[in-house]
């Protein structure tokens, strides 16, 4: 797979925080359906730190895998910042790790409406005894793999941000 520098660069970047810092990850991802882990694992040796990867695709997926309430989905909507919330604090319940970035947004071409439109995408990362970070993104309709390659890079930066929150308060 070829990847893009800048993504392996900031993956490379928050592998290293990580095991600096003996923290483990895992992600939950709906819009970029395991891009953001298949980053993160194309470094070798990533697997001292990436403890695994949900890819919770469809609003069941979300509830069933990461524990997301139908409620947040129903009246909130799949992509939105309480939805990212519920999958970054699923995620870090359902797995072993430390940090778990969540992201869930509408790649297009399609699929936008007024209120969320294409491009519209919602990253949270969830660290233990944190309060979970998010950032509400709006990429514009790029094209669908710019999209998902824009949420990716922005997903491990605010990951590195967690870390670095995770460090200054120990």
Do not use: W
């Not at 819009?31 to 980053?39: H, S």
């Not at 990461?66 to 970054?88: D, F, K």
């Not at 793999?145 to 922005?154: G, L, N, P």
């Amino acid at each position: 797979m070829d990847m893009d520098d800048t993504l392996l660069r900031l993956a490379q970047n928050l592998l290293e925080k990580c095991r600096a810092k003996k923290l483990m990850l895992a992600t939950a991802e709906s819009c970029t359906g395991g891009l953001i882990a298949a980053t993160l694992t194309e470094i070798a040796g990533s697997s001292d730190v990436f403890e695994r990867g949900f890819v919770t695709y469809s609003n069941a997926a979300k509830s069933a895998s990461l524990g997301v309430p139908a409620e947040i989905i129903a009246g909130h909507g799949a992509v939105s910042e309480e939805t990212a919330r519920a999958m970054a604090e699923g995620c870090l319940r359902k797995s072993q790790a430390d940090i778990a970035i969540a992201v869930t947004g509408i790649a297009g071409p399609g699929g936008g409406s007024a209120e969320k439109p294409v491009g519209l995408v919602h990253i949270a990362v969830a660290g233990h005894g944190m309060t979970t970070m998010h950032q509400r993104m709006t990429y514009g309709a790029i094209g669908r793999s710019a999209v998902r390659a824009a949420t990716v890079e922005d997903a491990l930066s605010l990951a590195g941000e967690m870390v670095e929150e995770i460090s200054a308060s120990r």
